[in-house]
């Protein structure tokens, strides 16, 4: 079992930055791959980033490339969304999840854990 909780969220307007923390507990975070998703009112969960269990091998939505970086620290056990050059289409509650197996690193159904979200609004 894997718990995770996100922070770091908050009201900011376009063009600035935010940093996103997800605080993971439980036996062998290391071992999990970690992914970051956000949904926006009305809309799907979409993927945002993933980041290998080692931290080597990282994939970023189109959306985001460029302007985000996921990392981790798994001495730490937390896994690390920065956002710069935020827009207002980055509204959104944003979620990190832990997968042990995860082959599609963009679909939701393929991580294991979920922590609760956390509110990002981007205003313009």
């Known amino acids: 079992q894997v718990q995770l909780v996100e922070s770091g969220g908050g009201l900011v307007q376009a063009g600035g930055s935010l940093r996103l923390s997800c605080a993971a507990s439980?036996?062998?975070?290391?071992?999990?791959?970690m992914g970051w998703f956000r949904q926006a009112p009305g809309k799907e969960r979409e993927f945002v980033g993933f980041v290998s269990w080692s931290g080597i091998t990282t994939y970023y939505a189109d959306s985001v490339k460029g302007r985000f970086t996921i990392s981790r620290d798994n001495a730490a056990n937390t896994v690390y969304l920065q956002m710069n050059s935020l827009k207002p289409e980055d509204t959104g509650v944003y979620y990190c999840?832990?997968?042990?197996?995860?082959?599609?690193?963009?679909?939701?159904?393929?991580?294991?854990?979920w922590g609760q979200g956390t509110q990002v609004t981007v205003s313009s």
């Open positions: 439980g036996k062998n975070f290391r071992s999990y791959a």
């Open positions: 999840a832990a997968g042990d197996q995860v082959l599609t690193y963009y679909n939701p159904v393929e991580y294991d854990y």
